[in-house]
């Protein structure tokens, strides 16, 4: 293994620890870096990933800004706000509308891969960030966030070394 590659999990490890110990107060028992945000219930872990630079990563903004009127002080906390969300707020959710979500999410996928502009894929992402799973977990992430301004940033704090370390490690 090259000495660039062991630096790069050496960084990602600890980017993954630091994240597990500030979600940790959640209930969340493991964060790891994976390249996509999701929450998995089976194994109460948040994956995340880091440079929110994807298309849908813009409209998530977007959308937050059109219908929450809340524009994140952190990408990358408002998004890990978002799955502790899921974890928090689908608890109230019934088994039929969450088998609802997991169908128009399947359709919205295969309808993204053939989308042939922008414009289509903002419209398929909103539908997607309009689910009631998805509104569920945003609802508890924006309200978190606009309640807790002060304790974010220090979150921030504790995690941004290792996240700065960790995207460095893999230029």
């Known amino acids: 293994m090259s000495k660039k590659k062991k630096k790069m999990l050496k960084a990602r490890k600890k980017l993954n620890k630091v994240v597990s110990a500030q979600l940790a107060p959640f209930g969340i028992d493991k964060a790891k870096y994976t390249g996509e945000y999701s929450y998995s219930f089976e194994k109460n872990r948040v994956d995340f990933k880091v440079n929110n630079e994807a298309i849908e990563d813009k409209w998530f903004n977007e959308f937050l800004t059109e219908r929450f009127r809340y524009t994140p002080k952190n990408d990358f906390i408002i998004s890990i706000l978002h799955e502790i969300g899921h974890a928090k707020a689908n608890e109230n959710i019934i088994e039929d509308i969450l088998e609802f979500c997991l169908n128009e999410k399947a359709r919205i996928g295969i309808e993204m891969m053939v989308a042939e502009d922008e414009a289509t894929g903002r419209d398929l992402s ?25 304790e974010l940033a220090e979150m921030w704090e504790r995690i ?9 490690s893999r230029k």
Do not use: C, N, R
């Open 126 to 150: 909103f539908q997607y960030f309009s689910l009631p799973d998805e509104i569920m977990a945003t609802q508890w992430a924006v309200a978190y966030a606009e309640s807790h301004e002060a």
């Open 160 to 168: 941004e070394p290792y996240y700065i370390k960790f995207i460095q």
